[in-house]
Each structure stands twice: as C-alpha cells, then as structure tokens.
C-alpha cells in the first residue's frame, strides 16, 4: 500500500512538474531571447541576422505517420516575423540575402544532443531571397569559414508561400529572377499521384546577355526525404532567339539526383544553343526539337540527355538520342542522330557555304566577295574547346537545290582537343559510293586540314542529270583524291592546298552530239540534231592532276572512243579562282566540214570563256577563202580531215591514273 501509494505521489509531483513547465513554455515572452539569437547567430555567420517581429514557440505531438517513439515526443513550433540576413559586402545583387515576412520552423528535440538540427517543417511565406555565386567560386550562401561545423542540419520539408528570388551566377553569365505567387486551391498536376501545382511564377533575367522571359508552375510543398520522391514543375521561357519548354518531375530535390521533363526547343538558329547549352552547333535555319530530357547526378558531375525526340532544321528532319556528361578537362557529347532527307540549305552553314540561294532559311553565312565562288565564312575555332562530341549520323537522302542528290550518308563526328574528324564520311552518289575522311585540327590559329576520297562506280548518266543527251550514256567513274591545306574556310584551305586527284572510266558509252559539239564538228553536229543523237563507245578515260599550293595542273587527261581522241592540258588555280585549259581532239577517220581545232577553257570560276583557239581557226577559214579563188569546190578541202590519231593505250593509262594519291605537306621551301 505504501509503495502505491508513494508511486502515485510521484506520478502526481511529475504531472505537476509537467505542467507548470507546459505553462511556463507557454506563458513565456519568447521575446525576450530575441537579442540572444540575433547577436549568437550574427556572430556564427558573420553575417547581420535580425528577427524584428514577434517569437513564438508552441509544442505538438509528433505525426502519426512517423514511425516509434518520435509520435510520441513533443516537438516545438518556432514561429518568427520579420526575419532578415545579410549579404556578403561585394554582393551587387543587394544588401539582404534573405527576407521573409514569416517563417515557421518544426524540429526534433533529442537529436540535438548529438548536435543534429532535423528540421521537419520549414514554411518560408513572403520570401524575399537574393543569391550570387562569383567566377572565382565563392558564393553568398556560405558563412564565413570557422572551421567544419560541429553541427548537422537535415531539412526534411519545405513549403513555399508567394516570394520572390534572384540567383546570379557569374562563371555562366546568368542573373534569373523568379516572382512567386501562391495558386488557390492548387492546379492539378500532370501525373497521377503527384501532388498539385502550387505556385506559379513568372521568369525573367539574362544568359550570356540573352534575355530571359517566361513562366510556369511548381509544386508548393517540396519533400527532401527518400529516394523516389518526386516535385513537379512545368514551364516556358525565351533564352534569347531559343523557346525553351518544361514539363515533369524533379526526383529526389534534396539531392538534386534527377531529372525527367518533356521538353521541346525552337529558334532562329541551333546556333543560338551554345550560350544555352555549352555545345558547338552550326548555324541554321530554324530549328524545333520535341524529346524527352532525363538528368542524372554523380558525385557534383551531371549527365544529361535528351531522349527520343524529333524535330525539324528548315525543311530538314532530324531524330534520335543525346547525351552531354559533364566530365574534366572537357564534357562530352555522344550519341545517334538520324534523318529521312537533310537539304543541304540547312547544313550549308556548317561549311561556310550558303546553299540556300540568299534565302532567310539558308543560315547566316558571309557571302563571297565579287566575282569569287569558293566559300569564305570563317570556322570559329575558339569554340571547339567547349566539349569533345562523338556523334554518329546517318541520313537517307541528302537534297541539293541544283546537283545530284546524296542518299545513304552516314558518318561518326568526333571533336576530341579540338581536332574534328569526320570518319569516315560515306555517302551514296550517281549510283554510286563516295568514302572520305576529314580532318580538321583546330588546336592552332590557322586550322590544319586533310581530306581523303574514294568515289567507286559514279554512274555517268547520273553525273549528268540534267542534260537530255547523256540519258542513253552508260559506263562509271572511279575516282581518288588526297588534299591538305591550312586556312579557316573553306576557300583559304583549298588555296594552300596540295595533293593529288586521279579518275578513271574503264568502259561505257557517251552522247556523240556532246563530243561533236566539243569538236566543232559542225555538219555532224546538225545531222544528230536534225535525225537523232547516238551513243558513241567509250574505251577509256583517265585523268591525273597534281595540286601544289592550291594550283591544280594536269597532269594526264585522255579520253578515248571509237571516234576520237581528247587531250586535255592547263591547270585550275583555287586560289586566284581561275583556269586555263587547252582541249585537244583528234579525229580516229575523216570528217567532212570539219573545224576541228584545240578548244580553250579560261577565266574565273564566276565566269569561264570556252571556245576555239583563233590560231589554228583562222588559218583553216584563211585557206578555204584563198582556195575558193581558184574553185569554189577546193573551198573545201580545208574542212576535210583525213588524219587518224592511233588507238589509246588504254589499260596503261588507267593503270597510270589509279595509283592512290598522296597529300604531303609542302616542303617548307616552297611554302
């Protein structure tokens, strides 16, 4: 009985205990320790902190969601009004970093014995937060350096009310505003089971000097506990020229672990990406890209990668799979890009060369200057250094506005220390296959480029497709050509270029209107056009030039048929943009009204002159007028050709041409 009774003595004295402390917690002029915190936690930050407002602290029952003892442990409330803290004094983006008309805080009691602050409820309402991060690294929201903290701080979650923040980040050249306001009731987010929209805020700012407008909407009630936790958010914004749009989870927000948002992009130019995203891309018409963006964080690097998505370059289409891993010293871009048909207006850019005839889809490419055709846009090499790519592509048609299509492209682009390499680049041509390798090293001022190429079975008809009379033509081109130069266009490589170029046709037919007409054959000429053309056979053409400091000669050119011999000398200058070629037919048996004599090819590019030497012409009509004197029959005579050039050699002269070409840099004295 004593013992009872005793035990409930004690009872009683500790339920007496607990309630004169309960009523002193909650008569107490928290108030009064507002000067304490203040002056404690300005002198742990070196910061200026200030709670000016009322200092409430209440006491609840934990959750019934928790698990154990932690329901049953009574857990404070800390309300406080009119709080501030201050910026570092070289912050431009204002004073206070943080100010908020009211924030409520909820904590475990018992863990911080062992100096850990569990924050289970942070409610920030009227938020105003203003944050910087500098190019050196150093940043607003770090506390001045005392050491590693003693203490732990866990925020489980945290609910937003309407509020403002600015961020600016100097190593990336942004300044992002974001103006919050709370939705009613919430909106109904995208996904079933996710919890509802309940902000919504409206964008504004710079990247890398590019305006920055927008909008969108977000979770309200951020969780920052488990692994599969998940916070919508759905917005759109102008980067400048680019229209972004977002929409999906966040997963796992206190970590920041990933990403999974719709996302689509439009703009001017895919070019206009590279302040945006990091990544070199060419200029182009414009672009919109509708895909999928997952993210994933490793230790602080990031991978990210745009899924599945679609889109259109101009009248182009394009599909597949990026990834971008942040990585040292460069990150990477990889993946699959594919096309049903690319028109080369869309990717002339990319080569300096505007493809698109002046036209606002073409791209913004440098024209040449007056009477040149080599392209003159200049490679931006300072960017290569972005990143390393190793991209393949593969496209199904190839469309050009004026030559032959290209069909079945594919290629692997690779940009490793700023060394671009497409290899190999192979492509369908005239029936055909083109094999090449590109190198571009950008690592110096001046780009060092080489360039391979391997054309096997061009189908002559098909080189030709516009011209009726070559239709009926048969045979193939087997062609080579090794090239190297230095120069940041196109044009200035192919002016310092050297190497070799060889061709070959081993047998096939040709317009035997084309050849007259290339022999003057004049009454010939007038009875195929009259009666109908004929194919003539073709035994054999073989080609060899020799490229030296961007000057083309030639160094074998015969074109054997059954009728006649061509001989082809001169050279081609890439680098002035001009020609001078003598061709040289010869008749294999007699030609009546024939002006037969050498042919020239001179002039620019621009604006080649092609026709018949004077020389050898005038001397033929000189003496068919001094003939005619004496009879106007011998008038003829000199229009008759009777000489017959011996056959070709013609498996010597392939055998000669098809040796493979070299491109040997020049010797240092000759440069």
Not at 577 to 603: C, H, M, N
Request: glycine residues 10%; charged residues 25%; contains cysteine.
């Amino acid at each position: 009985m004593k013992k009872s009774k005793a035990v409930k003595i004690a009872g009683g004295a500790l339920a007496i205990l607990v309630a004169l402390i309960a009523l002193f917690l909650a008569l107490f002029d928290w108030n009064m320790l507002r000067p304490y915190i203040n002056r404690k936690v300005s002198d742990t930050t070196g910061r200026d902190f200030a709670i000016e407002g009322n200092l409430d602290v209440k006491f609840h029952r934990g959750l019934d969601s928790e698990q154990g003892w932690r329901r049953y442990v009574p857990r404070p409330y800390v309300s406080a009004e009119k709080i501030h803290m201050s910026n570092p004094d070289w912050s431009t983006v204002g004073p206070q970093m943080a100010v908020a008309d009211r924030v409520e805080v909820a904590f475990h009691i018992l863990p911080l014995l062992a100096k850990d602050f569990v924050v289970t409820d942070l409610r920030l309402n009227a938020p105003d937060i203003a944050v910087q991060r500098r190019k050196d690294g150093s940043n607003s929201w770090t506390f001045k350096d005392n050491g590693p903290s003693e203490w732990d701080v866990d925020i489980q979650r945290l609910a937003f009310g309407s509020g403002k923040v600015r961020y600016v980040d100097e190593p990336i050249g942004l300044d992002l505003r974001a103006d919050a306001q709370t939705i009613n009731g919430g909106a109904k987010a995208e996904a079933p089971g996710e919890q509802p929209y309940g902000l919504e805020f409206k964008l504004s700012g710079k990247y890398n000097k590019a305006a920055i407008t927008g909008g969108g909407k977000a979770g309200a009630v951020l969780s920052l506990t488990g692994e599969h936790v998940t916070f919508p958010i759905e917005a759109k914004a102008d980067i400048g020229d680019n229209k972004i749009g977002l929409q999906g989870t966040v997963t796992d927000p206190r970590a920041l672990s990933g990403l999974d948002l719709k996302m689509t992009l439009a703009g001017a130019s895919m070019a206009d990406l590279y302040p945006l995203t990091g990544v070199l891309l060419p200029e182009t018409p414009p672009y919109q890209t509708r895909g999928r963006l997952l993210a994933k964080k490793n230790g602080e690097a990031w991978t990210f990668t745009y899924q599945k998505f679609t889109g259109k370059v101009g009248a182009s289409d394009i599909a597949g799979t990026l990834e971008y891993a942040q990585r040292k010293p460069r990150p990477l871009l990889s993946g699959e890009l594919t096309s049903q048909q690319v028109r080369l207006a869309d990717l002339g850019p990319t080569v300096g060369a505007d493809t698109g005839a002046g036209t606002k889809e073409s791209g913004k490419v440098k024209a040449p200057p007056k009477g040149k055709a080599l392209p003159v846009d200049q490679f931006n090499t300072a960017k290569w250094g972005a990143l390393d790519a190793e991209v393949k592509f593969t496209g199904k048609r190839i469309v050009r506005a004026h030559d032959i299509p290209l069909q079945d492209i594919s290629t692997t682009i690779r940009m490793k220390d700023k060394v671009l390499t497409l290899t190999p680049l192979n492509f369908g041509m005239a029936g055909g296959r083109v094999t090449s390798n590109i190198r571009l090293d950008g690592r110096q001022k001046t780009i060092d480029a080489q360039a391979r190429l391997a054309a096997r079975h061009l189908k002559i008809r098909e080189l030709f497709p516009k011209l009726q009379s070559m239709q009926a033509s048969f045979g193939e081109v087997n062609g080579d050509a090794a090239l190297a130069g230095n120069g940041n266009s196109v044009s200035a490589m192919l002016a310092s270029s050297n190497g070799e170029l060889n061709a070959v046709v081993t047998e096939g037919s040709v317009s035997k209107f084309i050849l007259e007409i290339a022999g003057l054959n004049v009454a010939n000429a007038v009875f195929v056009k009259v009666f109908g053309d004929k194919q003539v056979h073709l035994n054999c053409m073989a080609t060899e030039m020799d490229v030296r400091k961007g000057r083309a000669n030639v160094d074998r050119f015969v074109l054997d048929t059954d009728d006649a011999v061509i001989g082809v000398t001169g050279y081609v200058d890439l680098a002035s943009e001009e020609l001078d070629l003598d061709v040289r037919p010869k008749t294999k048996g007699t030609r009546i009204f024939s002006l037969r004599t050498p042919l020239y090819a001179k002039g620019t590019f621009t604006d080649p002159k092609v026709g018949p030497h004077a020389g050898p012409l005038a001397l033929k009509a000189g003496a068919a007028v001094a003939l005619a004197t004496v009879s106007p029959l011998a008038a003829i005579l000199p229009l008759v050709n009777v000489s017959k050039v011996p056959d070709t050699n013609c498996a010597a002269e392939i055998s000669a041409a098809s040796k493979k070409p070299q491109a040997k840099p020049l010797p240092k004295s000759v440069k």
